[in-house]
C-alpha cells in the first residue's frame, strides 16, 4: 500500500499542476537598510488556488524549508509522499502548495550568485516579507489556508503568525521554540561562523576554493542536528562511525558555499517572537520531538510561552525508533494524526 501511495503522489506530481517559477522583485531594502536589485525568489508550487465568490484564495498551503534547505526537498517520498498525493492529508488536487526557496537559499537571490559578502545581511523579518511579496505580487495569493515550516521554517511560521495575523487560517510550526535563539543552540550557530570566518583559506568570502573551515562548520551541523540513537543504529561500530562522519562532512562540502552558509546562519539573529506572542491569533499546533538536541524538551521552553498563544497546541513526539532527532520534523509519518486533527478543527472557509 505504501508503495501504492508513492506511486500515485510521483504520478500526480508529474501531470502537473505542478510548477517550477521564478518572481523577482525590481528592489527590495532590507532591515539594516541595504537595498538590492532583481532580488529573485524561486518556488514551486503543486495544484490550483481557488478562490471564494469574494476572490480571497482559501485552499493555499504554504510550507517552508530549514536552514539550508530548499522547496523542493518537500517534494520526497517521505514529505511529500506522505502529504501530497491523492486522498492524503494535503491532496494537491484540492490544495495549492507553495513551497519556496527562501532567500539567500536554492534557486533564489544568495550570496554565492556573485556578491559574496557584499550581499545585503538578511534577517528572518526579511525572509517572511519577501514570502508574502512572492505570495501577493509573485502568485496572486491573498490568503494562506496554513502555514507549515521545518527548522528555519518552523520560525518563520511564528513570525508569520504576528507579523500577518488576518492573512493565514492555521500555523503548524515544527521542531522550534517561539523565543530567542540562546543557549547551546546560538553558540552552536557562532562557532559554526567563527570556523569559516577563521580559516585564511576563507579570505574574507573571495576564497577560489572551498575553505577548510567549512568542513569544521559541517561537523558543528553535523552534532547540532544529528541523534544519538539514530547513529548508533547507523554506525554500530567504530569503523562504521568513522567512514559514516567523514562521507558526510565530504559530501556536504562539496555541496554547501561557505559565504551562502554563513549568511544563513546569521540571519536568525533577529528572531524572537516571544513579546508578540498574544498577537497570534491563528490557531497553531506546534510539534517537537523530544530527541531533538537543538530544541531540548528539558529547557522548558513550550511549556512556559504557549500557554501566551490564544488557540495554542504543543505535542512532544517521545524518542522512539521512528523519530529522527531534529529531523523528524520531515517525518510526516510520525506527526501526521496530530496535523490531521488540527486540520479537522480549522474552521471551514
Request: include cysteine; proline fraction near 7%; aromatic fraction near 8%.
Amino acid at each position: 500500500m505504501r508503495a501504492l501511495a508513492l506511486l500515485l503522489f510521483a504520478a500526480s506530481t508529474a501531470q502537473a499542476q505542478g510548477k517550477s517559477g521564478d518572481f523577482t522583485l525590481p528592489s527590495y531594502t532590507f532591515s539594516t537598510g541595504e537595498t538590492l536589485a532583481n532580488v529573485t525568489l524561486h518556488y514551486v508550487t503543486l495544484g490550483t488556488p481557488r478562490k471564494d465568490a469574494s476572490g480571497t484564495v482559501r485552499n493555499a498551503v504554504m510550507v517552508l524549508h530549514g536552514t539550508g534547505g530548499t522547496g523542493s526537498g518537500f517534494l520526497s517520498a517521505t514529505f511529500g509522499g506522505t502529504l501530497f498525493g491523492p486522498g492524503q492529508l494535503l491532496d494537491s488536487a484540492q490544495h495549492y502548495i507553495i513551497l519556496p526557496d527562501n532567500i539567500g537559499h536554492g534557486g533564489s537571490s544568495k550570496p554565492s550568485d556573485g556578491l559574496r559578502m557584499k550581499f545585503p545581511n538578511y534577517g528572518y523579518g526579511d525572509m517572511v516579507a519577501l514570502q508574502h511579496a512572492l505570495l501577493t505580487q509573485g502568485l496572486g495569493v491573498n490568503h494562506l489556508r496554513l502555514v507549515m515550516g521545518t527548522s528555519m521554517g518552523c520560525m518563520h511560521a511564528w513570525v508569520w503568525g504576528y507579523t500577518y495575523p488576518g492573512f493565514v487560517d492555521g500555523l503548524v510550526p515544527l521542531a522550534c521554540a517561539p523565543t530567542q535563539i540562546a543557549g547551546r543552540n546560538r553558540m552552536i550557530r557562532k562557532m559554526i561562523r567563527e570556523d569559516i570566518m577563521r580559516d585564511p583559506e576563507w579570505n574574507g568570502g573571495n576564497y577560489t576554493s572551498p575553505p577548510r573551515g567549512l568542513k569544521s562548520a559541517l561537523g558543528m551541523l553535523f552534532m547540532m542536528t544529528s541523534a544519538p540513537l539514530v547513529q548508533q543504529r547507523q554506525a554500530p561500530s567504530r569503523d562504521a562511525a568513522d567512514s559514516s562522519i567523514m562521507a558526510y562532512i565530504e559530501s556536504r562540502s562539496r555541496a554547501m558555499d561557505a559565504n551562502d552558509m554563513l549568511y544563513q546562519f546569521e540571519a536568525s539573529r533577529d528572531y524572537d517572537p516571544s513579546p508578540h506572542l498574544e498577537k497570534v491569533v491563528a490557531p497553531v499546533l506546534a510539534i517537537n520531538s523530544a530527541d531533538d538536541l537543538v530544541n531540548p524538551p528539558e529547557l522548558g521552553l513550550m511549556e512556559r510561552l504557549m500557554p501566551r498563544v490564544k488557540a495554542g497546541q504543543f505535542v512532544l513526539i517521545p524518542t522512539s525508533d521512528r523519530t529522527r532527532g531534529h529531523g523528524t520534523h520531515s517525518q510526516p509519518a510520525i506527526w501526521g494524526d496530530h496535523l490531521k486533527a488540527f486540520l479537522a478543527r480549522l474552521p471551514e472557509r
